[in-house]
């Protein structure tokens, strides 16, 4: 469906703006953030981008007219769509509208007046800057950060802000010189178009005064005659000279980030290239610039000076690429941020001693057919752990919570599109032996999506092994309706203090996330002591 662009308001103070020059013709395609023309206003020529992609299919204001603010500006759409009812419809509305304003200029208003004429100036060098319409359906906007604070000195062309539309955050910078006396709207705060954002002046102004103040109808008619003949032009030559960069007399195109980088590296826009449209330099343009190389004619002037190492710039084309989110994928991510932002997570983390466990492991997997791993060792524990300690072992249901009195671990295991988490049934009656067959069973079909939806079903705790990729410390999401998890590192050696003696040790690190509402700090420090009695002494799982 096409978009109809109007003429925004890009200052202030702006009631009509100019087309400078356009930068993309009808039938062009234009890409979302593509600058579409350059527009003077009452205050400086600023670039103008779409917030739509899809074919240029007309420009309402040709280069070097202007008109009002809410003109129709552009039409953007797909290419060879029917707009000539959009078209019909702005006309319209233009002419309702002049009809309109003429009946009231026509008419007036004397209770306006009387206000006007009664109501003290605002004061000579005091400036009321209040909120832009930085878009062109913009109704209000927010305050996302200030850059400038109450008594700073601003100078013209300083940011003042950053403002959200309702298409973008972008940067507002000052036209005016003085001190910031007043902020009218705090950051994460909304407010709409032309509600007073700042007051900028001499420092000392009394800005009550300023706020209750209102320009005379005499004033304000006389400005308004005046500031169509000259002031536009002064403007524009001031930007010219002051806010763009000047090279040989000759205005240099930049885009606002390439002229933040360069300031931010001291580099001289006049010494680049631009590749974008008309010469116009872009962030690639700065970013792969080496200052080595314009500047060597100066070296050699001051070859008196000692030599220093040129700066390396990286060079390098950005690309990117958007990938299809797969259903898994999909699901993961709804039900991890599910389980982050409703359960209340916190995080025990112990280490435990792995040595009699390495030694246990060897005599195990030293008998025929037999094959067991650290993990099968560690869910293995945590069955039993969790039959001493059923709190951990429940589920919150709001009104209630659901005390399971039998134990399912679930083993989250990766696959390519993620992580899938197959579940050993009653895991408390299964012997190490046992686990590790059913865990190698599972694991393998996961991987080659055989498992079906019962066997990835009902785990009542979970365990996230990661130490076989040597992560020594992690911890994990909980996977509801789990009120645990239980993230193992790997086992790594390191000085241990034995019978006062300091000896090389086999150590783990793991860590218990738990789900606040069902599971107290004293209670997962309990089973997490239990846990590591059954590591550190696994004679006792074979009971």
Known sequence: MAEVINMPRLSDTMEEGTVAKWLKNVGDKVEEGDILAEIETDKATMEFESFYEGTLLHIGIAEGDG????????????????????????????????????????????????????????????????????????????????????????????????????????????????????????????????????????????????????????????????????????????????????????????????????????????????????????????????????????????????????????????????????????????????????????????????????????????LPDTKVSFNDMVVKACAMALKKHPQVNTTWNGDTTRYNHHVHVGVAVAVDEGLVVPVLKFTEQLSLTQIGSAVKDLAGRARNKKLTPAEMDGSTFTVSNLGMFGITEFTSIINQPNSAILSVGAIVQKPVVREGQIVVGNTMKVTLACDHRTVDGATAAQFLATLRAYLENPVTMLA
């Open 67 to 366: 008109a009002p603010v809410d003109s129709l500006l552009a039409i953007i759409g797909e290419e060879g769509e029917d707009i000539s009812s959009l078209l019909n419809g702005s006309a319209s509305a233009s002419a309702e509208e002049e009809v309109e304003e003429a009946s009231a200029s026509e008419s007036g208003s004397p209770d306006s007046s009387e206000d006007a004429s009664g109501t003290a100036e605002v004061p000579e060098g005091v400036e009321i800057v209040k909120m832009p319409r930085l878009s062109d359906t913009m109704e209000e906007g927010t305050v996302a950060a200030w850059l400038k604070q109450v008594g700073d000195t601003v100078e013209e062309g300083d940011i003042l802000a950053e403002i959200e539309t309702d298409k973008a955050t972008m940067e507002f910078e000052s036209f005016y010189t003085g001190t910031l006396l007043y902020i009218g709207i705090k950051e994460g705060e909304s407010s709409p178009v032309d509600a007073v954002l700042a007051i900028i002046g001499p420092a000392g102004t009394n800005v009550d005064a300023v706020l209750n103040a209102k320009p005379s109808s005499g004033a304000k008619a006389s400005v308004s005659s005046d500031a169509k003949k000259e002031e536009p032009k002064k403007e524009v030559a001031k930007e010219t000279s002051a806010s763009k960069p000047v090279a040989d007399g000759q205005r240099i195109f930049v885009s606002p980030l390439a002229k933040k980088i360069a300031k931010e590296k001291g580099i001289d826009l006049s010494n680049i290239t631009g590749s974008g449209d008309n010469g116009r330099i872009v962030k690639k343009d700065v970013e792969g610039y080496t200052p080595a190389k314009a500047e060597a004619p100066k070296a050699a002037v001051q070859s008196a000076a000692p030599a220093s190492a040129p700066v390396i710039l990286p060079v390098g084309e950005e690309s990117s690429e958007e990938v299809k989110n797969s259903q898994m994928r999909k699901t993961i991510a709804k039900r991890l941020s599910e389980s982050k932002f409703t359960a209340p997570h916190y995080y025990l983390t112990i280490e435990v001693d792995m040595s009699d466990a390495m030694a246990s492991r060897k005599q195990i997997n030293a």
